[in-house]
């Protein structure tokens, strides 16, 4: 179609004049056409990765139905009511593309909810695909990607050749904005996720003002607020989208919204921002399905108040029972948080294993945490106690 013809020249244009090599260029071909099943590609890649791990460690067993998976970040609590009926509404007219004008609803329910015009909206099956699209729109082998150290979203940027800087998060977890400036004054993009993942802690709408008004003109801040909402104090960054700021935010409905498998985010930016982002192929998209329960959910009443503060009670509950055995931790505002083992997070989260408790991941940065999800009440109880087992 020349169309995508069109687009791909503009896309290997683009990368050419950045520095990129025919090498890299085809890394980034591989990046966009098969993510899902490159090892970075999103939460639930790495995290099959590192469940495989686990159970190659214990013999290679199927995993027991009954295990508790509390090592994706996912919701158990899955789709809301509404989300759930807008689903079986609209399943039956799956043969059509959008039977009922399902993208454009969307668009316009997203609009509404952030405070931003429809076109300043791209739809993404959830928030990893457009941030590894702004990876390959903005940052180059000599314009870097600059991130927090733990932190989420460098994979892709190594993979396709862009140059990586790491900067250690603060005393207090969140973003050293002065020092990712002081790394790279020459960065193409700076990624701040708030709240942060692995850490689960918020960078202030200070810290993200000061990248804006202390970056090059032409690069971009990424704000990943996949985990928004399960924050009090996080401050979302619409508003900076709306008054025409370098700034990308992302956004999933696999976190609070429960909608892991089902797929469906946004990105929010500028157009000529989305533009340069949809040269790497989005078609903007979506399953009748995921995007129908995504609108329901934006639209259904005090249900990210309600799912906050069972998360909350939970998360607060495990905490309260860390302090009470000296097992310090980052004081999360999502729902999962890095726990201090005192030893190779890995072994720790094997031994889980063998107890049928599959904790998350660990970052090199804090080889002696290990993260874990916020699951049910009686999840986090089979947590407790497979804890005590193992560290006694």
């Known amino acids: 179609m020349p169309q995508n013809r069109a687009r791909e020249e503009s896309a290997s244009s683009s990368l050419l004049q950045r520095g990129f090599s025919r090498r890299e260029i085809g890394r980034v071909a591989r990046l966009l056409s098969a993510g899902a099943v490159l090892p970075f590609y999103n939460e639930y890649a790495m995290a099959q990765e590192a469940e495989q791990r686990l159970r190659r460690g214990s013999g290679r067993r199927p995993m027991d139905p009954n295990a508790v998976r509390i090592s994706s970040n996912e919701n158990p609590l899955g789709p809301c009511k509404e989300g759930l009926e807008a689903i079986a509404r609209v399943a039956p007219h799956g ?50 990607w600059v991130m927090g150290d733990p932190g989420y979203g460098g994979g892709a940027p190594r993979f396709i050749g862009s140059k990586v800087i790491r900067v250690p998060l603060r005393a207090d977890y969140s973003h050293d904005v002065e020092a990712m400036v002081k790394a790279d004054p020459n960065a193409g993009a700076y990624y701040v996720c708030n709240p942060n993942n692995p850490s689960g802690t918020v960078t202030a709408r200070k810290d993200i003002e000061y990248l804006l008004a202390n970056k090059k003109k032409d690069a971009v801040v990424v704000v990943d607020e996949a985990y928004i909402h399960f924050s009090e104090d996080a401050k979302p960054a619409s508003d900076l ?81 860390l302090e009470k055995r000296k097992i310090t931790y980052v004081p999360s505002q999502t729902n999962f948080f890095m726990m201090e083992v005192g030893r190779p997070g890995g072994e720790i989260a094997q031994m889980m294993a063998d107890q049928k408790v599959y904790i998350g991941r660990v970052w090199p940065a804090w080889p002696t945490k290990v993260r874990v999800t916020v699951g049910t009440q009686d999840e986090m109880n089979k947590f407790k106690a497979a804890l005590d087992k193992v560290l006694s």
């Open 95 to 144: 043969g059509r593309y959008s039977p009922f004008g399902e993208q454009q609803a969307f668009a316009k329910a997203v609009s509404e909810t952030e405070g931003v015009k429809e076109g300043y909206v791209a739809a993404f099956a959830g928030s990893s695909d457009p941030l590894h699209r702004s990876t390959c729109a903005f940052t180059s082998p000599t314009r870097s």
């Open 241 to 321: 989208v709306a008054a025409d700021k370098d700034v990308i935010v992302l956004r999933t409905f696999s976190k609070i919204y429960g909608m892991a498998g089902l797929r469906a985010g946004f990105a929010l930016a500028r157009p000529d921002l989305l533009d340069k982002m949809r040269a790497f192929g989005s078609s903007g998209f979506l399953p009748i399905t995921g995007i129908a329960c995504a609108t329901a959910s934006l639209q259904a009443k005090g249900l990210i108040a309600e799912r906050r503060a069972i998360n909350k009670r939970i998360r607060d509950d495990v905490f309260e029972f």
